[in-house]
C-alpha cells in the first residue's frame, strides 16, 4: 500500500485542515524546529494504529499524555481527524479516523465504519513503516531489556517478548501463587519437619528429607524402623501408633494432663451455627405465636365436654322415660323435647372440635420440648469448644512453671484469654437458664389454660439472648484461637522436653500426616521446577532471537551501513549482533550485543565505543532493514530527521540510500528540519521527480505549508534539449524525457491559470483532461491544447507507460516544441510576475 | 487490530507465538511444564499460566493426583 494524500485537521500540530500531497516515489517536507512537522508523521502513525509511537512508548495512562492529540486550538465542538487516500492493490481507499470525546479513534473506511483497516489483517507483526528521529538512538542506548524489547519489535518478534517476560515473571516468585489450601499445608508439613531436624536421634530421617521428592521412601522407611525402636517388640503395624501415643500420654501426664487450646470453628461449622441462631428464634416467632393463641378456646373445653356427656346421658334416660325430667321429674312436653336433642347435637359438635385443639395443644408442647432441647444442644456444642482450656484454669500454677520464663508470653496468653472465655461460656449459659426457665413458665400457661402471651414473648427475648451469647462466644474464641493454639503447641513441646519425649512426638506427627509430608515435597518439587521451566523458554527465546539478529538482521544491516559510511571514515564500526554469554557458553536472556571493530579488533561494544553519529546511522540502518524484512503491507516508509549529529559526507551517502530504497518499491516521505540536506537530497535525486514541501511559518492555526517546484522549468527544459541531443540517449533517457515534458505541461499549465484566472492549481494533481480544461478556460488557442494533450497520450495520468510504450526520440522532440509554443503563451501572461510560492491553505481547487 | 503474522505449516496458518509454544511443549520433560505451556493463551495469557499452576498445586493439595 502507498500514500495518495493526507489530510489532517484539529490533529496535534494541526488546527485548520491541510491536505499533503504524497508522490508515488518521494516526498520531502522541510520544517524548522516546532512547525509541526512531526505532526505529519504522527497522524499517519494514529490512522494506522490510533494510537503513536511516542504515546505508546510513554505509557497512555500517564497524566501528561492525557488528550495529547486533540489541538489545543481547534474548536471544541469539532471532531480533529485524519484522513488519507491510500492506495492499495491497484484501488484507492479513503481512510479516516475522528478522534472521539474519550481520545478514541473511530474509523471509516470510504464512509463506512470499520473496527481495522482491513489490508493490515495479518500483519500486526510487520514492521510499522516509521523511522523517527526519536526511536534511533532508544534501540541502542537503552537498558538490556528495552534493547532486547527493541529489537523483539523489529523482528516482528513482540509476542515473544512478551511470552518470555510473562515466564520470568511468574517462574521469579511461584509460590505467591499459591492457593490457600496449599500454603497451609506447606506450613504444617515444615513445622513438622523443623521439629525432626532439631532431633539429633532422627538424623537419618532428616537426610533422607534433605534428598526432596526422591528421598521421601527412604525416610518414611526410616520413620517406621525408628518407631518401631520405641514400641515394645511384637507391636503391629496398625498399633505402632497408638502405642507411641500412650508412651507419650504416660510420660507427660505425670507432668501436666489437659490442653490449654480451643476448638477451632472451620468455616462450614461457623455457617451451621450462625443458621441455627436463626432457627431458633424463628421457630418461637413465626408459627409458634399464632398456634399457642389459638389455645386460650381450651379454657372451655372441659365444660363442653361435660356439657356434651351431660346432654348424652339425658338423652339415653329420656328414652326410658320420655315424659319426665331423668334429672328432677319435672314434666317435658315436645317443644322441650326437641331443644334437648338440639343442644345435645350442638354439645358433641363442639367437643370434637374441642378434640382437635387439644391436639394442637400437643403439638405446641411438642414444638417447645424441641426449642428446648435445641437450645441445649447449640449452648453444649460452644461449651464444648472450650470445656478443656476451662480445665486448665485450676492449673495455672504449674503451667507458669511449665512455660517458664521462656515462654510467658503463651503463659500470658492463656492467662488472659481464660477470664474472657469463662465470661462469655457464662453469659451464655445463663441466656441458656432464662430460655429454659421461659419455656417452663409457658408449659405451665398451656398445662393449666392460663394462657398468657407475655410467657411466649419471654421465650423469644431468651432465645434472642442465647443466640448473641453464643455468636460472642464464637467471636472470642475464633479470636483467642491461634494464640491458644501457639501456646499449646508450646506447651506440648515443653512437656516432651520435661518427659523426655521429643523424638516420640516427632515421629507421632511424622506418622500422622504422611499424606501432608508426601504433598508438601510434591508442591515443592513444583515450585523448584520452575527454575528449569525459565531456563527452557529463556534458552528457546533467546536462540530464536540470536538466529534472527545474526544471520539475516546482520547481513541486512550491514550491507546498509556499508552504504551511509565514508571512504574518510576511520575503520570504527558496527560488526554484528549478537546475544550475550554466560562464562558456560549458555545464552544469557534479554541481552542482545551490538559488536564493533576497530581496524579489525574487536571493541567492547558498539554501544560503549561508537560515535552518536555512528550509532545514530547504525540505528538508522537497523529500521531500514527491519523495514524490508519480512511480510509487510507496507510500500512507503515515513523518515523524520534521520541524519542529525552526521558531517556532510554522511549526509551525501544517505541520499544514496534514498535511491536505493526509492528503486525498490519504497515510497519515501522524508521530514527534516535540514532545508540545506533537503535541497541536496532534491538535486542528487533530481530524476525522481519527487514533491517538496516546506512549511515556511506556525501559528494557532497551524503550519504554513506551501510546495516547491521540484525543479525549475529552465532546468527541465534544459533537461529535455539534453536528452534530444544525445544521440546515445537510451530508451530510459527518452522516457524520462517524456516524463519531464508532461511535468513542464501540468507546470506551466497551472502556472497560465494562476496568472489568467488567479486560481492556483496542483501541478502534481493534473492530467491530460485537467490541462486541455483549463487551458480552454484560459484561451489558449485550440490547436495548441490538441498538440499538448498528445503528450499525455503515451502515459497514464500517473506517467505510468503503457505496455506497448515504446521510447522515440522523434516524438520527444515534437513535445518539445509544443511546450515551448506554451511557454510563448505563458510569456505573453508573464507580464506581471506572479508568487513563486504559493501557500496550499484553503486551496479546495487543487484537488 | 489484526491478526498475527502467520507461517504456513502442512497446510495450517500457525502464528510464531503458537509455533515458539508447540516448540516449548515439546522441549519440556517436566508434565506440569508442558501444562503451563499449553495454557499460555487467551486474552491474558499469564494469568491463565497462574491459574493453571494454581490448579495444579490445588490437585496435588486435595489429593486428586
Not at chain 1, 409457658?442 to 410467657?455: F, K, V
Not at chain 1, 574518510?568 to 549482533?577: A, W
Request: charged residues 25%.
Amino acid at each position: 500500500m502507498k500514500l495518495r494524500q493526507l489530510t489532517v485537521q484539529g490533529f496535534r500540530g494541526f488546527n485548520e485542515a491541510q491536505t499533503v500531497f504524497l508522490n508515488e516515489k518521494l516526498t520531502l517536507i522541510y520544517a524548522p524546529n516546532s512547525y509541526g512537522k512531526t505532526s505529519i508523521s504522527e497522524a499517519l502513525e494514529w490512522l494506522l494504529y490510533k494510537i503513536t509511537s511516542r504515546v505508546e512508548r510513554a505509557d497512555y495512562s500517564k497524566d501528561e499524555y492525557k488528550d495529547c492529540y486533540r489541538n489545543r486550538h481547534f474548536p471544541e465542538t469539532g471532531a480533529p481527524y485524519v484522513e488519507a487516500i491510500i492506495s492499495h492493490d491497484g484501488k484507492d481507499f479513503l481512510c479516516r479516523a475522528e478522534l472521539s470525546a474519550d481520545n478514541t479513534a473511530i474509523l471509516y473506511l470510504d464512509g463506512k465504519g470499520i473496527e481495522y483497516w482491513p489490508f493490515l489483517k495479518g500483519y500486526a507483526a510487520a514492521q510499522k513503516p516509521f523511522i523517527l528521529q526519536h526511536a534511533l538512538k532508544n534501540l541502542l542506548l537503552a537498558t538490556p531489556d528495552e534493547r532486547f524489547q527493541g529489537f523483539a519489535a523489529l523482528l516482528g518478534l513482540k509476542d515473544l517478548d512478551k511470552l518470555q517476560s510473562d515466564f520470568t515473571s511468574f517462574c521469579t516468585k511461584p509460590e505467591v501463587h499459591l492457593p490457600p489450601e496449599a500454603v497451609s499445608l506447606c506450613r504444617t508439613a515444615e513445622a513438622t519437619l523443623g521439629r525432626a531436624n532439631a532431633q539429633t536421634g532422627l538424623t537419618q530421617i532428616t537426610k533422607a528429607f534433605k534428598k526432596g521428592l526422591p528421598g521421601l521412601k527412604d525416610a518414611f522407611a526410616e520413620i517406621r524402623r525408628e518407631c518401631r525402636d520405641r514400641v515394645p517388640a511384637g507391636t503391629t503395624e496398625d498399633a505402632i501408633l497408638p502405642s507411641l501415643l500412650k508412651i507419650r500420654e504416660d510420660a507427660t501426664a505425670k507432668l501436666f494432663s489437659g490442653k490449654v487450646s480451643v476448638e477451632v470453628f472451620e468455616e462450614k461449622e461457623l455457617a451451621a451455627f450462625v443458621t441455627a441462631d436463626k432457627l431458633l428464634v424463628t421457630t418461637i416467632v413465626n408459627t409458634f405465636t399464632k398456634d399457642y393463641l389459638s389455645l386460650a378456646g381450651l379454657k372451655t373445653v372441659s365444660n363442653i365436654q361435660e356439657k356434651a356427656k351431660f346432654f348424652d346421658i339425658g338423652s339415653q334416660l329420656l328414652q326410658s322415660s320420655a315424659e319426665t325430667c331423668p334429672f328432677c321429674g319435672q314434666r317435658i312436653d315436645a317443644s322441650r323435647r326437641r331443644y334437648i336433642e338440639a343442644e345435645k347435637t350442638r354439645a358433641l359438635a363442639d367437643g370434637h372440635a374441642c378434640s382437635d385443639l387439644l391436639s394442637k395443644r400437643d403439638v405446641v408442647l411438642k414444638t417447645l420440648r424441641a426449642v428446648k432441647a435445641n437450645a441445649a444442644d447449640h449452648l453444649e456444642r460452644h461449651i464444648a469448644k472450650c470445656s478443656s482450656v476451662l480445665w486448665a484454669e485450676q492449673n495455672l500454677p504449674k503451667l507458669r512453671e511449665i512455660f517458664g520464663t521462656k515462654h510467658v508470653a503463651h503463659y500470658e496468653a492463656v492467662a488472659s484469654a481464660l477470664p474472657k472465655i469463662k465470661a462469655v461460656r457464662s453469659q451464655a449459659t445463663c441466656a441458656h437458664e432464662t430460655v429454659r426457665a421461659a419455656i417452663r413458665a409457658t408449659e405451665e400457661t398451656i398445662e393449666q389454660g392460663t394462657h398468657d402471651l407475655r410467657t411466649v414473648e419471654e421465650v423469644g427475648k431468651a432465645l434472642v439472648t442465647l443466640a448473641a451469647a453464643c455468636r460472642e462466644m464464637r467471636s472470642l474464641l475464633t479470636s483467642v484461637s491461634p494464640a491458644l493454639r501457639d501456646a499449646q503447641l508450646v506447651l506440648q513441646h515443653e512437656l516432651d522436653v520435661l518427659a523426655g519425649t521429643e523424638d516420640v512426638a516427632v515421629l507421632i506427627d511424622l506418622i500422622e500426616k504422611p499424606h501432608i509430608i508426601e504433598k508438601h515435597f510434591r508442591i515443592r518439587s513444583m515450585l523448584d521446577s520452575t527454575k528449569d521451566l525459565r531456563k527452557l523458554v529463556d534458552q528457546t527465546i533467546a536462540q530464536i532471537v540470536l538466529d534472527a539478529i545474526s544471520s539475516e538482521l546482520t547481513a541486512d544491516v550491514m550491507s546498509w551501513y556499508e552504504q551511509i559510511r565514508t571512504t574518510g571514515d576511520p575503520d570504527v564500526h558496527f560488526s554484528g549482533f549478537d546475544m550475550e554469554r554466560t562464562a558456560a557458553g549458555t545464552l544469557k536472556a534479554r541481552r542482545v550485543r551490538v559488536n564493533a571493530q576497530s581496524y579489525g579488533k574487536d571493541l567492547a561494544s558498539a554501544v560503549s565505543s561508537l560515535s552518536e553519529s555512528k550509532l545514530n546511522a547504525l540505528g538508522l540502518c537497523v529500521s531500514i532493514a527491519a523495514n524490508l524484512k519480512g511480510q509487510s503491507p507496507y510500500e512507503f516508509l515515513v523518515i523524520d530527521d534521520p541524519i542529525q549529529s552526521w558531517d556532510a559526507e554522511h549526509e551525501t551517502q544517505f541520499i544514496s540510500v534514498l535511491r536505493n530504497l526509492i528503486e525498490r518499491g519504497k515510497q519515501i516521505v522524508l521530514l527534516s528540519h535540514n532545508q540545506r540536506w533537503l535541497e541536496q537530497v532534491r538535486a542528487g535525486l533530481r530524476s525522481v521527480n519527487g514533491w517538496y514541501y516546506e512549511i515556511t511559518g506556525y501559528d494557532a492555526k497551524g503550519p504554513h505549508m506551501i510546495q516547491i517546484p521540484w525543479a525549475k522549468i529552465d532546468e527541465r527544459l534544459k533537461e529535455v534539449d539534453a536528452i534530444t541531443k544525445d544521440i546515445s540517449a537510451n530508451s530510459i533517457r527518452i522516457q524520462q524525457g517524456e516524463e519531464e515534458i508532461r511535468i513542464l505541461v501540468c507546470e506551466v499549465a497551472a502556472e497560465i491559470c494562476q496568472k489568467v484566472k488567479a486560481e492556483r492549481k496542483d501541478p502534481n494533481n493534473l492530467n491530460a483532461d485537467k490541462v486541455r480544461k483549463m487551458l480552454t478556460e484560459c484561451g489558449v488557442d485550440v490547436g495548441l491544447i490538441d498538440r499538448i494533450h498528445k503528450t499525455f497520450s503515451t502515459t497514464d495520468d500517473s506517467h505510468h507507460a503503457a505496455p506497448a510504450y515504446a521510447p522515440n526520440r522523434e516524438r520527444l522532440r515534437q513535445y518539445q516544441g509544443y511546450v515551448n509554443e506554451l511557454l510563448l503563451v505563458l510569456k505573453r501572461h508573464n507580464e506581471s510576475s506572479g508568487p513563486e510560492k504559493t501557500p496550499l491553505k484553503n486551496t479546495p481547487s487543487a484537488q | 487490530m489484526a491478526d498475527a503474522v502467520t507461517t504456513g505449516q502442512e497446510g495450517k496458518q500457525k502464528t510464531k507465538l503458537e509455533e515458539v509454544l508447540e516448540k516449548l511443549t515439546l522441549s519440556a520433560d517436566n508434565p506440569l511444564h508442558k501444562r503451563l505451556i499449553q495454557a499460555y493463551k487467551g486474552s491474558d495469557p499469564q494469568s491463565a499460566v497462574v491459574s493453571e499452576f494454581s490448579k495444579s498445586v490445588s490437585e496435588v493439595a486435595r489429593g486428586e493426583t
